[in-house]
């Protein structure tokens, strides 16, 4: 076993992955050996950060085929029920998962898992290597003092939230009991293992069991409430959005912001971009009614298609690291991916959101509660009320001066040296315990 070798496995959209780098880098820094696990195609980006990477399966392509369905296909499943990302994609892979985990963790000192990195979660335990469970946002928690919307029954959700904390509780009671028949799998296998049984609920308190429970997002989403997991700690968010695009694409971008008065900014984020056509088709249209100059964050097939639309009031563009365009704009709209979410309270502009699936609903209702934002379901995406939207944004001094304030709060987070510091603290309390890790 290496004392310095920390394993952070985590799955999902870039969202999910630039804070363990982030995290990573701040780890690095501190004389420790990171080490990130995820899927194939993060490769190139784990790398370019100059860390090392250990795939974990399944691979998106075996999903697809597997499945027989495209990226957007995939996408427009997971808007109509957000489960199937647990049944479909995740649990039918678990094993696979597991073996491949099984490889990074076992020199490993230290393992961080996101939410839904289960097989790399009963790697470290089946190895006996410390475990930090780690969320980047309020909505697994099923807080009954905070409850999030539940983006696959939302009206429910406010319904009995009306209700107060009784109703709220046995609502929340009921979505457990539903997601216990989605991590039987996970049951099933900690037998196949060896593992001792658990009354704790692998999606939800389950993650943390093992140290100490990290939220890697900002207070100003949620406080810690009373039912909380024991020890839970909100670090803050840990900021990492990649490297800036060389060459000619950010030069014209940069000369397109610098060409005239701020203009707005369109993404969906990594995942939703996929199957944001008619998004992108009716935010243009309201564009051109505003009159207002925009840049489009989209996906390499978009940007092929609607290049012709290029001129000196918009800009497509493809990737780009949301810190370096957001605070240079006038209105962030997104689809409040945490990963986005967190880049545009950072940058002290107003919001205006269109959630898209899982817990973006939630994401967007906290920002919406924050007073820097507006939120537009994407069934209403509509012309008219895209511009009526940004109307009122534009005539709201209180929530630009609320945007600001967000982001002020935001700039005092010390995500990496709080969560490097939690990291220390395992491993002294690990060697303590058995001194023949040292």
């Not at 990226?71 to 491949?100: G, K, S």
Request: net charge neutral; aromatic share 8%; glycine share 8%.
């Amino acid at each position: 076993m290496s004392k310095n070798k920390i394993v952070l496995a985590t799955f999902g959209t870039h969202g999910d992955l630039h804070p363990f780098i982030a995290i990573a880098l701040g780890l690095r820094e501190r004389g420790f050996d990171p080490v990130i696990a995820t899927l194939s195609h993060f490769r190139d980006n784990v790398e370019a950060a100059g860390l090392r990477f250990h795939a974990l399966r399944p691979s998106q392509e075996q999903i697809e085929s597997d499945l027989g369905m495209s990226q957007p296909q995939m996408l427009r499943a997971v808007q109509r029920e957000p489960q199937i990302i647990l049944t479909r994609f995740i649990l039918p892979y678990l094993r696979q998962t597991y073996e491949d985990a099984l490889a990074a963790v076992t020199d490993a000192s230290l393992v961080f898992t996101s939410t839904i990195a289960f097989g790399a979660k009963l790697a470290a335990e089946k190895l006996g290597v410390p475990n930090l469970g780690v969320v980047l946002q309020p909505y697994t928690l099923l807080s009954a003092y905070d409850p999030p919307l539940l983006s696959n029954a939302p009206f429910a959700s406010r319904l009995f939230y009306r209700g107060g904390r009784v109703t709220t509780r046995t609502f929340l009671g009921l979505a457990r009991t539903v997601a216990s028949v989605w991590a039987r799998p996970i049951h099933r296998f900690r037998r196949e293992l060896g593992l001792p049984s658990t009354r704790l609920h692998p999606f939800f308190e389950g993650q943390f069991e093992g140290g100490t429970p990290i939220g890697l997002y900002s207070r100003v989403l949620g406080d810690i409430q009373p039912d909380f997991p024991d020890g839970f700690v909100i670090a803050g968010f840990a900021f990492y959005d990649g490297l800036s695009p060389a060459g000619a694409a950010t030069s014209e971008m940069d000369a397109f912001i610098g060409a005239g008065p701020p203009p707005l900014v369109f993404t969906q984020g990594t995942s939703a971009v996929h199957d944001s056509a008619h998004f992108t088709a009716v935010s243009i249209e309201a564009v051109r009614v505003l009159g207002e100059r925009a840049i489009f964050v989209l996906d390499d097939e978009q940007r092929s298609a609607l290049r012709d639309r290029m001129s000196s009031e918009i800009f497509i563009a493809g990737y780009v690291p949301y810190s370096s365009v957001f605070s240079r704009c006038k209105v962030i709209i997104h689809h409040a991916g945490i990963g986005t979410t967190a880049q545009a309270l950072r940058s002290g502009r107003p919001q205006l959101i269109a959630p898209y699936f899982a817990d973006q609903p939630d994401n967007a209702a906290r920002v919406q509660r924050l007073g820097v934002a507006r939120v537009v379901s994407p069934k209403a995406w509509t012309t008219p009320r895209v511009v009526q939207a940004l109307r009122q944004i534009a005539g709201d001094s209180t929530m630009s001066a609320r945007a600001i304030s967000v982001s002020r709060e935001l700039d005092q987070e010390t995500a990496t040296d709080t969560v490097s510091r939690i990291a220390a603290e395992t491993l002294a309390d690990a060697t303590a315990r058995d001194p023949s890790r040292h």
